[in-house]
């Protein structure tokens, strides 16, 4: 059995002329929460989509659960749960016909599970889905996703329009998933509170081409932040490997780099700062930082390892 659930080789799509995935390698680790991240309109769905096989990649191709995204039988497609962006379900449905109606299609369907999740997001059986709120719909449609049981759960922007109780009650009920069992998630997110407090593997899309590819932890660790205060006003930024971003105010210099290392020391002790003190860098502003001003470069593609 393969170590990695997904993977895939030069997945490419275009839209017309439009390159709107670039060719992308990735490797999702069976047991892992992999956080697929970019900004709007970075290719996040589209991948998704043709991983499922909804979408026929131009070039390249990906793997899941070992077959050929291409030709996923109904068989591999009951192992896998997809949850599409937007929650739509059919409103004239309690939410209990809801899941007798989805169970038809399922040779196994876990009622428990499915309780379980329909309970943990307040949710009486006799409601019609069209009567729920967004949250409450996100929660029955992981439920509708969860019953099955499925081995790998792909969920696009599954948070999309939630508020925090209800995003909280989505993250614990995806880490309750992959605790009880060697279960796999990928999910795309923008909320980066949410990626940092449940996936332990990231991707970054970027404008079709990806940026990262890496354990969270190698991301936070290796995106670091520096204030420089001078006695005077700050000298001109200097050329760093790797300097993400940098902010200079009246004495003081601020600077976000990846992959510090001792000819960074060097380089920054030469300007002859009075202090050099790292800072505390949440996941977002080094998403931000990551993705910003100075955005081409892609340092974090496979732990331990930098491209230029
Ligand atoms: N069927 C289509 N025909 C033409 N262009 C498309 C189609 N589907 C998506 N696109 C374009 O491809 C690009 C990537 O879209 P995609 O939905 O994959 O991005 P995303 O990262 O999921 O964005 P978001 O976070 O906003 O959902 C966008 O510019 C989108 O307009």
Redesign the pocket.
Known sequence: MSDFVIETHGLTKY??T?E??SPLDIAVPRGAIFGFL??????????IRMLLGLVEPTRGSATVLGHDSRSLTPELRARIGYLA?GHHVYGWMTVQECGEWQSCFYERWNWKVYQGVVDHFGLKPKTKAKGLSRGERAGLCLALTLAPEPELLIL??PALGLDPVARRSLLQSMLYVTRRADRTILF?S?LLSDVERVADHIAI?DR?VLRANCSLDTFRERVRQVSLKFAGAPPPTPAIPGLLHSFRAENEMVLTIANMSPETDRILQSLHPRSIDPMPLGLEDAFISYLGDRGEQSFFIGDGEEAA
């Open positions: 839209y017309g439009r709107v995935v970019g900004r709007n309109g970075a290719g996040k769905s589209t991948t962006e696009d922007d795309s923008h899309l079709s």
